[in-house]
C-alpha cells in the first residue's frame, strides 16, 4: 500500500497515497463493501480520475475505519450516510489525501508544483499576502496560499466564500514542513484557523484538524 506520508494527533490521523497502481488492483484494495460504491465509480469515465477515487475511498476506509460511500449535501459537502465522521478529500496529479479528523470543520488540499497557480495569483492572494511573499519564493508561497485557502474552504463550507479578500493568510516563513494561521471573514468578524504544511518536490499539502 504506498502510503507515502501519515501524521495523527490526538484523535485526528491523515495519509497521502502516492497512486502507482492499475484500478483492478486499486479495485482489489477496495473489495466494494456496498454495490453503490460500484454505481459512483462508473459515473466517472476519466481514467486517472477513477484511480483518484479510488485511492481517496481506500484511504478513507483505512483511516476512518468504515464505508467509504460519500455524499455530498446541497453545498458540495461530502459527508457519510448514518456514521458520525468528518473528513476531508483532496487529489491531484496521481495523489491522493484524506484527513479524518473529530472536530466537524477539517479541511485539506494537495496540489502538485506548477506555474499554473502564480498564474492566477492576482485572484486569490491579498496585497497583505503579496507584502510577505519573497520574490525568488514566489511560486512556493503562492501554491500553499492557495492550498490554505482551499483548506478552510472546504472547512467552514460557506458556498461563494472569496478567496482573495475573505480568507487571509497570517504572515509566515516557509520551510519544508511546518504551520502558520489564517483568518476567515463572517458576519461575526474574523475567525482564526491553525493551518498544517508539508512541502515535497512532488506535492504541497496543507491542511487542518
Known sequence: MPIIFEKAENNSRLAVWHITETEPELTKLINYDTPDLSKQLQQISHPSKRLEWLASRI?????GKCVPLVSYDNHGKPYLENQNICFSITHTNNFAA??????EMTGIDIEYPSTRISKLADRFVHPDEKAFIPHQKESLYHALLWCAKETIYK???NPGLEFKT?????????????SFEAAVLTDSGWNKYHLNYLVTKHYYLVWNW
Open 59 to 63: 484511504l478513507l476506509k483505512q483511516l
Open 98 to 103: 484524506v484527513v479524518v479528523s473529530e472536530k
Open 155 to 157: 472547512a467552514v463550507n
Open 166 to 178: 475573505k480568507i487571509r493568510v497570517k504572515p509566515f516563513k516557509a520551510g519544508q514542513e511546518g
